[in-house]
């Protein structure tokens, strides 16, 4: 199993363009999150999708917007893309609902906006 | 609000020592309660939850953490420290309430052990 995947591992953006950083998971989870790291900042939750057909803002969402294409694929979209979205990007997974299960985080995307 | 604290932005301890990595929360009930560890480069790997039951969890790499609930605290902890224990550790809660799976991220703190 590949766990928690994401594409690409690395990008460069330039003020205004728009990307989108995709996850995929094998893990059969439910819930599927996009947290942004920052230094001094922990991670902080952008977007979660607590089923497959649902999404709900996190703490940072402006800025963003993610699709939910179906049970293993969550991407996030920035539209136009500024120097304070420079951070590392992770997506993480794990059953969701009640449980007390762990999230499953894959190895992140590092984005520069200049 | 809910937050999490960890205060300590990083520890130093020496090879062979004990550590702790201390983190306290605020949440209202009691939540489930995780580590997470994070190599450079690298994303968070699971280290140890408490859900409920004793107080005293073990986990992967020879971690523990004890929860104490007056203080509301959850403390990591390791007998003795190795040289690639050195990693940027995570504290992180699930609230109770609600259905959705959210976790709830302290800021960091880094562990350096020096051979």
């Known amino acids: 199993n590949a766990g928690v995947t994401q594409t690409p591992k690395f990008q460069v953006l330039k003020t205004g363009q728009s990307m989108t950083l995709q996850c995929a998971q094998d893990m059969n989870h439910n819930s599927m999150y996009w947290y942004r790291q920052d230094p001094g900042m922990g991670l902080r939750l952008i977007y979660y999708?607590?089923?497959?057909?649902?999404?709900d803002k996190g703490e940072v969402p402006n800025g963003y917007n993610v699709s939910r294409l179906n049970k293993r694929e969550f991407s996030l979209r920035l539209e136009s893309a500024a120097p304070s979205q420079t951070s590392v990007y992770f997506c993480?997974?794990?059953?969701?609902?009640?449980?007390?299960?762990?999230?499953?985080f894959g190895p992140g995307t590092r984005l520069t906006v200049l | 609000a809910q937050s999490v604290a960890q205060p300590e932005d990083q520890v130093n301890v020496a090879e062979g020592n004990p550590l702790t990595v201390k983190c306290t929360y605020s949440?209202?009930?009691?939540?489930?309660l995780f580590w997470y560890v994070q190599y450079p480069n690298r994303g968070l790997q699971f280290l140890l939850k408490?859900?409920?039951?004793?107080?005293l969890v073990k986990g992967s790499y020879g971690f523990e953490a004890e929860f104490n609930k007056s203080q509301t605290s959850f403390h990591l902890k390791k007998p003795s420290a190795l040289v690639s224990d050195s990693a940027l550790y995570f504290c992180?809660?699930?609230?109770?309430?609600?259905?959705?799976?959210?976790?709830?991220f302290g800021t960091g703190t880094l562990l350096a052990v020096q051979p």
């Open positions: 992180a809660v699930r609230p109770l309430r609600g259905a959705t799976n959210k976790l709830i």
């Open positions: 408490y859900i409920t039951g004793d107080n």
């Open positions: 993480a997974g794990n059953s969701g609902g009640y449980s007390y299960n762990e999230q499953f």
């Open positions: 999708s607590a089923s497959e057909g649902t999404t």
């Open positions: 949440v209202s009930g009691n939540p489930y």
